[in-house]
């Protein structure tokens, strides 16, 4: 898993800070505004969603004569996210890579002052103490102070300069039951992948790190991706539920070894996550911890 480590660190467990703004005036209803308009005011909502669900999932393919997929999803559960204070979650944090088949999981909880931790292979539950408790205290604060506005919830990411101004309505769909809007459009590609290492330039939680060769993406001439788009669904409410990310290009030869030195490669990006029962309490409780 070592050229695992050095891709799919993307999440960063305290990465879902907000703002100590005011609440936001009520959003206007979702199809009377621009897309623009719309996109940028879900987005900033992010911030105060208070509750609810998360499903993110990352698949990067690496090809050089052969391919190699890296895979990253996060599903959990969280409340209080607002303002910021550290809000309680229960996250599981799963890695994987081809090449070997393994698959590595990691379970996370933060309940009041508590903080529990199964890493991967482990057959329990950890209880954290000490420094380690403090420490994702402090990270959580660095990550409000360096993040701006609209950050999805528990990543390190912010989405709001991830659209180019192409973005329009695609449609209508249903989310929960109810109707919302799906925009779509042209992704900013330097701007999302600079943001994929937000948390590592920063120095806080844990982050993306790009490799050479799917750095090779930012730099002209080989910046020029064959597939750039991006979606997001947007309820009644003006709320974020949806975002999809897909990016393939070409790079030059390998800098890396992966697949032998010659020709070119290819790098493809796929980015979901998908945000549920908002508003509503989730149900998070404290993990049984042998010898407690």
Known sequence: MRRLAALVVLVALTGCG????????APEPAGTQD?????????????????GTLDADLEARLTFGATQTLTLSEDGA???LSGTDFPDYALE?????????DEELTEVVHLDEDLFLKPAGADAFERQTGDLVERNAEVYEQETAALPPGRLPLLALTPADWVEDDLRVDGEESVEGAPATRLAGTLALR????????????QFGLGLELTQDAR?????PTSEPDEATISALVDEEG?????EVALAGDVGPS?????????????EVDLTVALDELGQPQVITAPDVPGA
């Not at 709320?239 to 975002?243: A, E, F, K, Q, V």
């Open 18 to 25: 907000g703002s100590e703004e005011s609440a936001p005036e």
């Open 255 to 267: 800098t890396t070894g992966v697949g032998g030195s010659e020709g070119l490669g290819r790098v």
């Open 191 to 202: 701007a999302f992948l600079l943001d994929l290492e937000t948390a590592k330039r920063n």
């Open 93 to 101: 944090l799963t890695a994987s890579e081809s090449s070997d088949g």
């Open 78 to 80: 969280f409340n209080g």
């Open 216 to 220: 090779r993406l930012l730099d002209a």
């Open 239 to 243: 709320r974020l539920r949806r975002i």
């Open 35 to 51: 897309p623009r308009a719309l996109y940028e005011q879900a987005v900033r909502g992010l911030d105060d969603v208070g509750s």
